[in-house]
């Protein structure tokens, strides 16, 4: 990341009005070292993983304390270090283990508390989820950033997707009530494998996204309101089929989570 990019990425953080800065990675991807695993550069402290392995519904996951540091877990067929360039590599084939409720496979981080705890935020507050990336392979869809419903009522939804497609164009999926129903906005488009950024903020009850220094917002509905939310981000891979070489590559160069 130039300094021009880092900046701007500040800049629309400050914009956004966050505070209390947690998970912060090295945001400069020239510091990014490609013989560490991924916690060694970037703070998984905060942040679980949840794989396409294990058994029927039940996906393998691997915990913060597992993530972190220097010595932190890799995984050569789903998430490592690219050794050319320090990525956060994540891979999500089409036929892989998946949750009871989604159909498609996915390597992504879901969100956790500096204590261990899974991550619940209330709507109101100031909750924005940063990152630089490149998708260099896609089938037909990935999400690459989410905010996930948490506690607060039995829906599985999320509030939002963060979509990338193989022509390039990147959309936002806005969930329209907690018992379904997704609407699109097209937000962009970026050409296979060339890097990117997002900021995903929520915050005045309004989802308050910016790609590429573009920033659009859209309405919260109050249906979501007694829900409490949590951030996700990786290769969710929206595509299936028995085969395990097609799939969706996704690649951070940078990941930060802040709340205020």
Request: net charge positive; glycine share 12%.
């Amino acid at each position: 990341m130039n300094k021009r990019t880092l900046l701007a990425g500040l800049v629309a953080a400050a914009v956004a009005g966050t505070l209390g800065v947690v998970g912060i990675t090295n945001a400069n991807a020239a510091t990014l070292d490609p013989s560490l695993p991924p916690g060694g550069n970037f703070d998984l402290s905060v942040w679980q993983l949840q794989l396409p392995t294990g058994s029927p519904g039940k996906p393998d996951t691997i915990s913060p304390a597992r993530l972190k540091g220097a010595n932190g877990y890799s995984n050569p067929a789903y998430f490592w270090t690219d050794k050319n360039d320090g990525s956060m590599t994540f891979w999500a084939p089409e036929k892989g283990v998946t949750t009871p409720n989604s159909k498609y496979a996915r390597s992504e981080l879901r969100e956790m508390n500096a204590n261990g705890t899974a991550a619940d935020w209330p709507l109101a507050g100031n909750h924005t989820l940063s990152a630089q990336l490149r998708v260099p392979q896609v089938t037909k869809n990935v999400a690459v950033g989410q905010v996930h419903l948490g506690s607060g009522g039995t829906s599985t939804k999320p509030l939002l997707e963060l979509y990338y497609r193989p022509n390039g164009d990147i959309y936002l999926g806005t969930e329209n009530s907690p018992a379904g129903g997704q609407t699109l906005h097209k937000v962009g488009n970026v050409a296979l494998g060339v890097k990117w950024t997002y900021v995903i903020n929520v915050s005045g009850n309004k989802i308050n996204l910016t790609v590429n220094g573009s920033r659009t917002s859209y309405p919260i509905p109050s249906s979501f309101n007694p829900y409490k939310q949590y951030f996700k981000a990786g290769s969710y891979n929206q595509s299936s089929s028995e085969s395990t070489s097609n799939g969706a590559k996704v690649k951070f160069y940078s990941l930060v989570v802040t709340h205020g």
